[in-house]
């Protein structure tokens, strides 16, 4: 893809400046870049009205040959978000508190140096990415990890930032102790254009990889390269102790008996909501809807660590 084949590689880094870490990732990227007979690294950093998408787009226009993405899995989805479907691959500095797309590829988060080796140079696999279309407001968005309607998502947008620093997502857990009276919404959720389930839903969480932090595994089974997407739709009993079911449930990864617990696969899911409700994007609070159409979008992105 280089515009000139006796020009070096280059790497583009997009930093969230918000992130403080205690290496100098300019002096990382300069070692790495050296050793691996790169060019100068394109360095951008993300901002509150732009939180990675033009930075990403200005890396291409600059003939980038890996664009790295250092920051949290907001950056990260960001940087997806241009990158899907081309031929540039996507490298990953985690820097974040859930960095949940790392964990679900068995990096090691705390090892930057090894982080930006693999970034260089490693191995290539092709992950799938999952489209998210609203409607209310009108609006489209790329996710990796998982996105939810309803319960899941008024955690994230209740979470104390002090304690999600401190214990990353076990303070969601916590904050969902404390929201919890509530009422469940009534859903219809399509999978594959099949009406699956119309009920009273707490929550309905959609998986392109299965591990949260806090020995939640929410999709024991769903991996981020089979071409399907995991639905969890979450319907728990009336009362404190139905929720907790549910929770419990899903620590103990038990299903089948459960029925306040139901899982789908398919290649879209279509959820449609009786009243708007919270919605959130690996992790990320996006507002409130009522309607959101995923599909699949199978091996879109590439990854190198
Ligand atoms: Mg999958």
Same mark, same amino acid.
């Given at each position: 893809m280089t #515009? /000139?084949?006796? %020009?070096?590689?280059? #790497?583009?880094?997009?930093? /969230?400046? #918000? +992130?403080?870490?205690?290496?100098?990732?300019? @002096?990382? %990227?300069?070692?790495?870049? %050296?050793?691996?007979g790169w060019g100068e690294t394109l360095w951008f950093e993300t901002t509150k009205e732009d939180p990675g998408v033009g930075q990403a787009k200005e890396a291409l226009a600059q003939g980038a040959d890996i664009v790295i993405a250092g920051g949290g899995?907001?950056?990260?989805?960001?940087?997806?978000?241009?990158?899907?479907?081309?031929?540039?691959?996507?490298?990953?500095?985690?820097?974040?508190?859930?960095?949940?797309?790392?964990? /679900?590829?068995?990096?090691?988060?705390?090892?930057?140096?090894?982080?930006? #080796? !693999?970034?260089?140079?490693?191995?290539?696999?092709?992950?799938?990415?999952?489209?998210?279309?609203?409607?209310?407001? @009108? +609006?489209?968005?790329?996710?990796?990890?998982?996105? !939810?309607?309803?319960?899941?998502a008024t955690i994230m947008a209740d979470t104390d930032e002090e304690l999600k620093h401190k214990v990353g997502w076990l303070a969601?857990?916590? %904050?969902?102790?404390?929201?919890?009276? !509530? +009422?469940?919404?009534?859903?219809?959720?399509?999978?594959?254009?099949q009406q699956a389930v119309r009920r009273g839903v707490r929550s309905v969480m959609v998986g392109n990889c299965g591990k949260v932090q806090g020995g939640l595994e929410i999709f024991p089974e769903a991996k981020m390269d089979?071409?399907?997407?995991?639905?969890a739709v979450l319907a728990p009993h009336h009362g404190r102790l139905g929720w907790l079911s549910v929770v419990a449930g899903m620590i103990g990864k038990g299903r089948g008996k459960d029925t306040a617990? @139901?899982?789908?696969?398919? +290649?879209?899911?279509?959820?449609?909501?009786?009243? /708007?409700?919270?919605?959130?994007?690996?992790?990320?609070?996006?507002g409130q809807g009522r309607h959101v159409l995923m599909s699949l979008d199978p091996g879109a992105l590439t990854i190198r660590m």
């Open positions: #515009a /000139n084949s006796t %020009a070096p590689q280059r #790497a583009a880094i997009i930093i /969230n400046p #918000a +992130k403080t870490v205690d290496i100098d990732v300019r @002096e990382l %990227a300069a070692k790495h870049s %050296a050793e691996n899995d907001g950056t990260v989805r960001c940087v997806a978000e241009v990158l899907s479907g081309g031929d540039i691959p996507m490298g990953l500095l985690p820097l974040g508190t859930g960095n949940l797309l790392a964990r /679900n590829l068995g990096m090691d988060i705390t090892d930057y140096d090894g982080a930006m #080796a !693999g970034a260089f140079a490693g191995t290539e696999r092709k992950i799938d990415v999952v489209r998210a279309r609203r409607s209310d407001p @009108e +609006k489209e968005q790329l996710f990796l990890v998982m996105a !939810g309607v309803g319960y899941d969601y857990v916590d %904050a969902g102790i404390r929201n919890l009276p !509530g +009422k469940p919404v009534k859903a219809t959720i399509v999978i594959d254009g089979d071409g399907l997407l995991d639905v617990v @139901e899982y789908f696969q398919g +290649k879209t899911v279509e959820i449609t909501l009786e009243h /708007n409700d919270d919605y959130q994007l690996d992790g990320d609070h996006e």
